[in-house]
């Protein structure tokens, strides 16, 4: 009995509360950890079903993104906030102004698409790889449709 007292008083008076807390007591666990991304890429590219993927919503009625959506993905161990920004001609020259702020950036690009489309993707992803707001950032370049016949290999694209 001396040595169950002994316990009740070490728990009660001698260790930090906290300590007895978390020997006891089941708390809210620990926040994750948030990071903010950027999600840029060519109209069509797969930006918004990639992330309706990610947040395991229904890929049916998926629509163009036609100015920005944010989207919380949950992980495991993080969350990611993923701005995503239409890819439209007209929507393309207004991305710099979502850059502040992003911890990283997703480019998705579309390996089946035209020359064209191609090129065009190819100088949108130099031109944000050169801005200041992103050039430090890590960057995931996914190389998108490759279930399409016409999709281009990894190392073509």
Sequence with gaps: KKSNLFLLFLFC?????????????????????????????????????????????????IVSTTGFSIKAVPFQNAILNVKELGGAD?????????????????????????????ETARNELHSALQHPQLCTLPFLILANHQDKPAARSVQEV
């Design 90 to 118: 007209n929507i393309r020259k207004y991305w710099s102004r979502y850059y502040q702020g992003s911890q990283g950036v997703i480019f998705v690009l579309d390996s089946a698409s035209s020359e064209d489309d191609l």
């Design 13 to 61: 008076f001698a260790l930090p509360w906290q300590c007895f807390r978390a020997l006891c007591c089941k708390g809210p666990p620990p926040p994750r950890p948030e990071y903010d991304l950027v999600c840029i890429g060519l109209s069509g590219s797969g930006k918004t079903s990639l992330l309706s993927q990610l947040c395991s919503e229904s890929p049916e009625n």
